[in-house]
């Protein structure tokens, strides 16, 4: 069974209707798909494979992620993506929609996946679920990816930066 997954706003902006039809259509026995996030669920049908789990305290989140196996982010609209790095940084494999954004982050079919819309995603989601292999290297790549981002590597490229452009005007 794989688990999509799916942590945000539960929003048409945030691409989240798109992705909870999208999951209606694959096959139950395969698939389920897991989410979280602030919205009006009571008037959604959720078929059996589906899970929410509301709005999730922090300290609830990773074991949320880890739950899952990937993770589709389909926003229209997005500034740098801090969730899509959590994500990554628990092994996962993120399918992000095409959004200037993601090309900071995701390396396509590297480290991540991105689609311009849902044409091939059943494509995707099944090729993921039966190519273990490509899985595990796009997800070991995700991890390393997402250390890029960590606390201390931002911290340690920001004070280059600094101390360069402090160079530059001494």
């Known amino acids: ?8 706003s539960l929003k048409k ?3 989240f209707f798109d992705i909870f039809n999208f999951c209606k259509t694959l096959d139950k026995n395969k698939f389920s798909f ?10 959604l049908l959720l078929p059996d494979n589906f899970f929410y789990n509301g709005i999730l305290p922090r300290e609830k989140i990773n074991k949320f992620i880890d739950s899952c196996d990937v993770f589709i982010f389909y926003s229209e609209c997005e500034h740098f993506s801090l969730a899509i790095l959590e994500v990554m940084s628990r092994g996962k494999i993120t ?5 200037p954004v993601v090309h900071e982050i995701i390396k396509n079919y590297e ?3 991105i689609i311009n819309d849902m044409t091939f ?3 995707i989601i099944n090729d993921i679920y039966n190519d273990r292999e490509k899985y595990n290297y796009i997800l070991n790549n995700a991890q390393k990816t997402a250390n ?3 606390i201390k590597n931002t911290t340690k490229k920001t004070i280059e930066i600094y101390k360069s452009a402090i160079l530059q005007h001494v």
Do not use: R, T, W
């Open 1 to 8: 069974m794989l688990n999509i997954g799916y942590i945000g």
């Open 95 to 99: 399918i992000n929609k095409n959004i």
């Open 121 to 123: 995603l059943n494509e």
């Open 13 to 15: 902006q945030k691409g």
């Open 111 to 113: 480290n991540g996946i």
């Open 148 to 150: 890029n981002f960590s």
């Open 34 to 43: 897991n989410f979280a996030g602030k919205g009006d669920v009571d008037k």
